[in-house]
């Protein structure tokens, strides 16, 4: 195995007591001392600090880097407001998903984080597709961290004034204690909160400025997956793959109405005819559902689904227990004559099949702030 990678935070993680694993190449914080529920609680109530810098991070500049990049997306990059990031999802030829992203235009840039397990594939993706004029450069000089939770805004606040006006979605090059940050309100978990990149050079002192906040605790990546999971969000690898198009994965509102059959640039993005006709036909035949559990066992990724008779009809690819909720939360895929609300199905644990009923996700309230 080749040498697991370190992020600029990781003399920082192990002085903090974090517990580090190998995840996506790098060696990364699974928890601290707080242990995995009480850091999950501590960010719903609080604020929490993450360090996601294991993700990639990549610069794109040109004149037709948006009209580019909207060719390999079922998204609205032409019409992203300067300031503005967006969800976005690479497709490929059969219309299923390579990965999902966020993309931001600065104006005169665009800003596009991916997932870390996909970052090599992404980039390589971009450079053979995005035409003549579109230059790339991968920003691997810069950590990337995430400040969420209802009191991320009233921490942030009192060293950076400048994010006092931002709202959901909405992105800045920003100077944090004289430190050139990009600046996100957004994240991961359905709570408020930041995403910021930073300077390697500079990350570790910032966090050590973001920690010293009475309301901000250190997480890791076991609360990071229940936080995210609780909200109904995906995590790439696990709830989407490249055989799982956007229709199935229960993303619709991901593909902008723009790029959608009647739209002013319909289609244009690699499997649109597969992507648009799922949408025309309702000629898909599973979908991603939550899951809630009954009981009080936990049901993880890989768990069969049953019908009342035992017949396998889907498979959990997200579970966990969640501590908000207070009872075992899943995401799965079942045949679509099961997919509606309050649907009884079954989940095989040891054997055993657990009852568990379609549900919404989030299981939580989202608690973007709008404004």
Not at 253 to 282: H, M, Y
Request: with cysteine.
């Amino acid at each position: 195995m080749s040498e697991l990678s370190k992020t600029p935070l990781y003399d920082l993680h192990l002085e903090l007591g974090g517990k580090m694993v190998p995840f996506a190449g790098f060696e990364m914080p699974v928890q601290y001392p707080l242990g995995v529920k009480k850091e999950h609680i501590h960010t719903r109530n609080h604020a929490g600090l993450f360090d996601v810098s294991h993700m990639g991070q990549v610069k794109l500049t040109g004149e037709n880097a948006a009209s580019e990049l909207e060719k390999l997306v079922p998204v609205d990059i032409i019409d992203l407001p300067a300031g503005k990031q967006r969800y976005a999802l690479f497709t490929n030829e059969q219309g299923g998903i390579m990965d999902d992203l966020m993309v931001t235009n600065y104006g005169d840039h665009l800003y596009v984080v991916v997932n870390a397990a996909c970052k090599e594939q992404d980039i390589a993706h971009m450079r053979a597709n995005l035409g003549a004029g579109v230059e790339l450069e991968v920003l691997d000089d810069r950590a990337l961290v995430a400040l969420q939770g209802p009191e991320a805004a009233q921490a942030l606040l009192r060293i950076c004034p400048a994010v006092n006006d931002m709202v959901f979605m909405d992105s800045r090059h920003i100077s944090i204690d004289g430190v050139e940050c990009f600046v996100s309100r957004s994240g991961y978990t359905g709570e408020d909160g930041y995403e910021i990149s930073i300077p390697s050079t500079d990350a570790e002192r910032l966090c050590r400025l973001f920690i010293a906040q009475p309301e901000v605790e250190c997480i890791g990546l076991g609360a990071r997956d229940s936080l995210r999971l609780e909200s109904g969000l995906c995590l790439y690898g696990h709830d989407l793959d490249p055989t799982t198009t956007p229709i199935e994965g229960s993303l619709i509102w991901a593909i902008s109405k723009c790029r959608r059959a009647d739209g002013e640039r319909a289609g244009g993005f690699p499997g649109a005819d597969t992507v648009l006709g799922q949408i025309a036909n309702k000629d898909y035949t599973r979908k991603r559902v939550g899951l809630l559990a009954q009981g009080k066992a936990p049901i993880r990724e890989g768990a069969e689904i049953v019908n009342a008779d035992g017949v396998k009809i889907g498979e959990v690819t997200s579970g966990s227990f969640g501590p908000t909720v207070g009872k075992p939360v899943a995401m799965g895929y079942v045949e679509t004559a099961y997919s509606v609300l309050e649907t009884e199905v079954f989940a095989v644990v040891r054997g055993k099949q657990m009852p568990m009923t379609v549900s919404k996700a989030p299981f939580i309230e989202q608690r973007y702030f709008r404004g």
